[in-house]
């Protein structure tokens, strides 16, 4: 156990549709990061938040959108869902505020279908 | 950033010693080798890190040679719970800059009966 819980587990929407992922970060980390793993694209960083400020951003598209807040969670809103959104979500965090020099911890993942 | 070149996959079977090497010519000076291991469905989880020479811990070990031009991970005795992919990554350390950590294709290694 990773510490770093996700909900939901899985997910099944309809193209179209928005949804929202949370995460809760290890007891006592400040940094979240948010990644997309599809079977065609491996495991793709989509961004960071440190103490609930945008840290750094990755290939994450315009229909999605994330945010830390203040007791450190963070949510990532995906909306207008494609059916190419269907993947495993994975949020991490870290005690730092860069993942350089900290070990980042991941959570479960939450499984996204979109039909 | 230093790019990683590892291979795609590997097989081993139960017992066996597994080594994976690393390739990161471009590695800086404050950079650190650090690899995670996924099982299927599961998030990457943090095995090792190492700066030079040998690193030990109860799961792997790895060796980085003088010029830190490559490195290699070493498990010993694998079982068949090992089979997962290994990601080889160079992390700058030292500042604190954006870094965005990012994971390559990995090295998917199946442990055979």
């Known amino acids: 156990d990773s510490g770093v819980t996700q909900t939901p587990k899985h997910l099944i929407t309809a193209t179209g549709q928005r949804v929202t992922l949370r995460c809760s970060p290890r007891?006592?980390?400040?940094?979240v990061y948010w990644y997309q793993q599809s079977l065609d694209q491996g495991l793709q960083f989509l961004i960071q938040?440190?103490?609930?400020?945008?840290?750094a951003k990755g290939n994450i598209l315009e229909r999605f959108s994330a945010q830390q807040f203040p007791d450190l969670h963070s949510e990532l809103n995906l909306s207008s869902l494609e059916l190419g959104d269907s993947a495993l979500y994975f949020c991490?965090?870290?005690?730092?505020?860069?993942?350089?020099?900290?070990?980042?911890?991941f959570g479960e993942g939450s499984w996204l279908t979109v039909v | 950033l230093a790019k990683t070149t590892q291979p795609i996959s590997m097989d081993s079977y139960e017992g066996q010693e597994v080594n994976i090497t690393c390739s990161h010519n471009?590695?800086?000076?404050?950079?650190?080798i650090t690899w995670y291991q996924q099982f299927p469905s599961q998030g990457p989880r943090f095995i090792i890190q190492?700066?030079?020479t040998k690193v030990t811990n109860e799961v792997a070990s790895l060796f980085i040679p003088a010029d830190r031009k490559s490195s290699t991970l070493s498990l010993p005795r694998v079982s068949l719970s090992d089979t997962a992919v290994y990601y080889c990554?160079?992390?700058?350390?030292?500042?604190?800059?954006?870094?965005?950590?990012?994971f390559g294709a990995g090295t998917t290694v199946t442990v055979r009966a």
């Open positions: 991490a965090s870290s005690a730092g505020p860069s993942s350089s020099g900290n070990t980042i911890y």
């Open positions: 007891s006592g980390d400040l940094s």
């Open positions: 938040y440190y103490n609930g400020e945008e840290r």
């Open positions: 471009n590695i800086a000076t404050n950079d650190y």
């Open positions: 190492g700066y030079k």
């Open positions: 990554l160079v992390v700058p350390t030292g500042r604190s800059n954006d870094y965005k950590l990012s």
